[in-house]
């Protein structure tokens, strides 16, 4: 249906049934068959709504009165639920969250991947949903997304992105997402930088000094690392910061200062220095211990991580005698966890700081069957002289690279357990994968609880033909 002849467009009022959730955690409404994404919708909410964009196949809209709330939706804790770009589903039971991400995962591989009839398993819940991520990145902004109703201030952000707006900072008060601690400390981190002669990153004007803040948390060992991201190295404007913190906190570990010009909220920077403290963060994951430093990649729910690798353990099924290759390997986590059973781990991972951490978990671990080659998987992957029996991949949001499948495909090993958090890459990597391997099973976790986001696991058999 031609939605000029429904007379819609810009701040058109309408009154819709929200029918469905679309991958994004946006509610799904029709008119005539038109489509009408609708944000912080829950289906079987009755709603007016208030289009807000509309294109030729689409409209996006935002709700103005719940005329009558679904079953499944449920008052949010959070005060920053309606516009914090960090939850999508904070109004949403956690039973239909499950079911929904269950659903869509199923749904992407047979759109995008073209693969009828795969297992997709009940999604295994996370233990926490709230308070589960041991990791927030805080951005700074001198031009906030709206105006402090309580302070006034029209020009200070510490927080999360609005959503659908990734370019705009909302000042946050407490993030729900984190152990509380966390929000304490986060506290007296915007309290110093408010009164600081140092100004806040201004990303247009690419100016000012307080870029970002990370807090990475232990859950074993109840230890925090403040990371403490600028624009330029000036460790005097942020010592009396860290004096407050190591005080205050002793359970405040670590304080580094990454210097970055990277326009986005980052914790990455060319550069670190470390303030106070040691340089790394413990976190035991099925009686194993895994140090990370600032920069390296680990599973933001380390709770739920465990499940995971066990599923992933499981879908390895490495006999002793049999030699596995981690491909993006990160801090070691996945080559440590089935080192036990295998005869050789080779893992490759493009961080440094993360191959380094790989190299020291192994050590205290007392693993001496892993190795980790630094560097891009593109160039290195045909440096390992063996056929790995098993694969394991668990590659970024954008998934395997292409000459990465191919180099795969060359080669193939007997059994490959790809571990995925963004179904679309996923599904297209198993359409390039589905000609030469069988798809058993695809096991989803629930690393995100109240986002849209879907963490999964999948085991692929190599077909005889191949
Ligand atoms: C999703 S994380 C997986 C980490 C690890 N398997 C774990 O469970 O903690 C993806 C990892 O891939 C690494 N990476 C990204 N692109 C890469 C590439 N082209 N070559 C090698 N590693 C890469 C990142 O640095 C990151 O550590």
């Known amino acids: 249906m031609n939605p000029n002849e429904l007379q819609i467009t810009k701040d058109t009022i309408l009154e819709v049934n929200i029918e469905k959730s679309a991958f994004g955690g946006k509610g799904i409404a029709k008119i005539k068959g038109f489509t009408i994404f609708v944000e912080n919708g829950i289906p079987q909410d009755r709603v007016r709504i208030v289009i807000k964009r509309k294109k030729k196949r689409f409209a996006e809209a935002k709700i103005v009165e719940i005329i009558e709330p679904s079953p499944f939706r449920v008052t949010p804790k959070c005060q920053h639920a309606e516009y914090c770009g960090g939850c999508d589903w904070l109004s949403l039971n956690y039973e239909k969250q499950l079911e929904y991400k269950r659903n869509h995962l199923e749904e992407t591989i047979e759109h995008i991947g073209k693969i009828k009839g795969v297992v997709v398993k009940p999604v295994i819940p996370s233990d926490k949903i709230l308070g589960y991520r041991n990791k927030m990145i805080f951005g700074c902004s001198d031009a906030p997304y709206e105006i402090d109703a309580e302070t006034g201030d029209s020009d200070f952000a510490i927080g999360l992105h609005v959503k659908g707006l990734s370019n705009k900072v909302f000042d946050i008060k407490s993030c729900l997402l984190m152990n509380n601690t966390g929000n304490f400390i986060l506290e007296d981190i915007k309290s110093f930088i408010k009164e600081s002669e140092f100004k806040l990153y201004n990303k247009n004007a690419r100016s000012g000094f307080w870029h970002s803040v990370m807090l990475r948390y232990s859950f074993e060992y109840d230890q925090w690392m403040v990371n403490i991201v600028t624009a330029f190295k000036k460790e005097g404007a942020i010592k009396p910061l860290v004096d407050i913190l190591t005080t205050k906190y002793p359970e405040v570990i670590s304080v580094i200062n990454n210097i970055t010009d990277q326009k986005k909220p980052s914790y990455v920077g060319k550069y670190e220095l470390q303030l106070a403290g040691v340089p790394l963060l413990k976190e035991k994951i099925l009686g194993f211990d895994f140090k990370m430093s600032a920069n390296s990649f680990f599973q933001t729910n380390p709770l739920c991580a465990a499940s995971l690798y066990k599923v992933v353990r499981d879908y390895a099924n490495l006999k002793n005698h049999e030699k596995a290759i981690d491909l993006y390997s990160g801090a070691g986590s996945i080559a440590i966890i089935v080192a036990g059973a295998a005869k050789k781990v080779v893992g490759v ?25 630094w560097g891009d998987i593109k160039e290195n992957l045909s440096k390992i002289s063996f056929k790995p029996d098993v694969m394991i991949i668990d590659p970024p949001r954008s998934g395997i690279a292409r000459d990465v499948l191919k180099q795969i495909i060359k080669t193939p090993p007997k059994r490959i357990v790809y571990v995925s958090c963004n179904p679309a890459s996923l599904a297209r990597d198993l359409n390039s994968l589905k000609e030469f391997y069988n798809i058993m099973e695809i096991q989803p976790v629930d690393m995100f609880p109240n986002t849209y986001h879907i963490e999964s696991v999948t085991l692929l058999e190599l077909n005889s033909a191949a």
């Open 349 to 373: 991972e493009i961080s440094k700081s993360a191959v380094k951490n790989a190299e020291d978990n192994c050590r205290i671990n007392g693993i001496d069957n892993c190795k980790f080659i």
